[in-house]
C-alpha cells in the first residue's frame, strides 16, 4: 500500500492556518493576551510590546499574595510566544 500525501494532515493543516496569520503579526508592535487567574476567576492582561522591546502587565487587582503568580504566569507565556516565534521563523524577538 502507498500513501501519497503527507502522513499528518492534521499537521499540515495547522501549519497552514497558522501561516495565514504569520504576516499579520510580523507587522504587529504589540501583542496583547488576556490572562485569567482562576482561583480568583479574576482577568488582567498581558502586553507584549515589540517596538519598545519591554512587557507589561496590566492588573486592576492589587494582591500581593497573587503578584508572584501572576509575574510567573505571564512569564511562562512570554517564553511560549519566543518559541512560537522561533518555531516559525517570524524574526520576533520579545527579550
Known amino acids: 500500500m502507498i500513501l501519497c500525501g503527507s502522513p499528518h494532515p492534521f499537521f499540515d493543516r495547522k ?3 497558522v501561516s495565514k ?7 504587529c508592535e504589540k501583542l496583547f493576551i488576556p490572562m485569567c487567574d482562576d482561583c480568583l476567576g479574576h482577568w488582567y492582561l498581558c502586553v507584549i510590546d515589540f517596538k519598545n522591546s519591554h512587557i507589561q502587565i496590566l492588573n486592576s ?13 505571564v512569564k511562562t ?5 519566543q ?8 524574526g520576533k524577538d520579545v527579550f
Open 15 to 17: 501549519t497552514s492556518i
Open 21 to 27: 496569520y504569520i504576516s499579520e503579526l510580523d507587522d
Open 61 to 73: 487587582l492589587r494582591l500581593k499574595s497573587r503578584d508572584e503568580f501572576w509575574f510567573k504566569s
Open 77 to 81: 507565556v512570554v517564553e511560549f510566544c
Open 83 to 90: 518559541t512560537f516565534f522561533k518555531l516559525y521563523d517570524m
